[in-house]
């Protein structure tokens, strides 16, 4: 079955207590996304990725890391997170956005992250 | 920078009637338009995606219209039903410029009552 898979789905840490979400698609898409989604605040993204070794900044980056060493994993980093980084975050994929940008967007399910 | 917004930011509707949700944006030099579904505690499903050559689209019951030049979208829902209870967002993605990212609405969210 073509999914997104987000692992933990619910998280409850630390403040500065370094964590890791990972994310993995098995449908060989290029382009790979991490969003965060507060209320009011609708969805926001924070980084992206449109292939191997290639990331960018999206809206909201600080605080957050990512990785993308191979095609299927999308991994986001908190090194030192904070209570305002709780949050209900969602990573998302799709094929090439670069030269077909009409492209559906497959969305994770979901990982809530509370920071105390 | 891109602006979308969703009014109203919450509906309800008895089980049965037909609705339209809408979506503006503030910049109308867009690619395409998505229409997502979003259930509680659950991801975003792809709904309707429409290219901005394009006047709508039709998937079964849903018809999603767009007017990039007076940047709006609607969503139509036709004889709306209990399963359709979701909050619904809408998003662009921008055709022009280096980001290669989608702004989202803040969304409506849907209740059907039987």
């Known amino acids: 079955e073509a999914q997104v898979t987000q692992n933990p789905r619910y998280l409850i840490t630390v403040t500065g207590k370094k964590l890791t979400v990972t994310c993995s698609q098995n449908?060989?898409?290029?382009?790979m996304s991490w969003y965060r989604q507060d209320p009011g605040l609708g969805l926001r993204q924070i980084y992206y990725s449109m292939n191997v070794e290639v990331t960018d900044k999206g809206d909201v980056p600080e605080g957050y890391k990512v990785s993308r060493k191979e095609k299927r994993n999308f991994p986001l980093i908190l090194e030192s997170p904070s209570p305002n980084q709780t949050s209900l975050y969602f990573c998302?994929?799709?094929?090439?956005?670069?030269?077909?940008?009409?492209?559906?967007?497959?969305f994770g399910s979901g990982t809530q992250l509370s920071v105390l | 920078k891109q602006e979308v917004t969703q009014i109203p930011a919450a509906l309800s509707v008895p089980e049965g009637e037909n609705l339209v949700l809408n979506c503006s944006f503030t910049?109308?030099?867009?690619?395409?338009l998505q229409w997502f579904r979003q259930d509680p505690g659950k991801g975003l499903t792809s709904l309707l995606l429409?290219?901005?050559?394009?006047r709508e689209q039709t998937s079964g019951r849903l018809n999603a219209s767009l007017d990039k030049s007076s940047g709006r979208s609607t969503l139509y829902i036709a004889a709306s039903q209990p399963g359709d209870s979701a909050t619904y967002l809408c998003a662009v993605y921008p055709s022009s410029g280096s980001a290669r990212q989608l702004t989202f609405g803040s969304g409506t969210q849907l209740t059907v009552l039987p």
């Open positions: 910049d109308s030099a867009i690619y395409n």
């Open positions: 449908m060989n898409h290029e382009y």
């Open positions: 429409i290219q901005s050559s394009q």
């Open positions: 998302a994929s799709s094929r090439d956005q670069a030269t077909r940008r009409n492209e559906k967007l497959f």
